[in-house]
Structures are given as structure tokens and as C-alpha cells.
């Protein structure tokens, strides 16, 4: 979560220089729409040092499709 901290906020700026009136719900939707990869977040380490769980999904925030569904190229 530290590492992804200032990535999601560099897309949130930059979907906001482009749409600077958008609020945070808007620009929270718009990241969260165009997400770039699906990923597992439950990890090799934590199944060996917790028992198996269901998954957890998360995604990848994909800039360049962010910053077009704000100028208006759709989600």
C-alpha cells in the first residue's frame, strides 16, 4: 500500500489537470472503471503464514485510460 499510494494519487492529479473540476467521487469512479489488470492480491507469503482465504480482488489503475474517460473518451 505504500508504493501504491503515490501512483494513485499521480493518476488522480493527472485526471484532474485534464478535468480540473471534477470531484472525488467522479475522479475515484473514473480510476476505479479503467482498471489496467485484475489482480490476486492474496500473495504465496500470506497463504503460508495465514491459512487459505478466499481471494481478494484488486485492480491496477490504468493512467492513459483514466485521463481519456475524463476528457470524454468514455470508460
Do not use: E, K
Not at 500473495?43 to 495465514?50: I, Y
Amino acid at each position: 500500500t505504500s508504493m501504491a499510494a503515490p501512483h494513485v494519487a499521480a493518476i488522480a492529479g493527472l485526471v484532474r489537470s485534464v478535468q480540473p473540476t471534477l470531484g472525488y467521487a467522479t475522479t475515484a469512479y473514473l480510476m476505479g472503471s479503467t482498471p489496467n489488470l485484475s489482480i490476486n492480491v492474496q500473495t504465496q507469503l500470506m497463504a503460508q503464514v495465514n491459512p487459505p482465504q478466499a481471494p481478494v480482488p484488486a485492480t491496477i489503475p490504468n493512467a492513459n485510460s483514466a485521463v481519456s474517460a475524463a476528457l470524454g473518451g468514455g470508460v
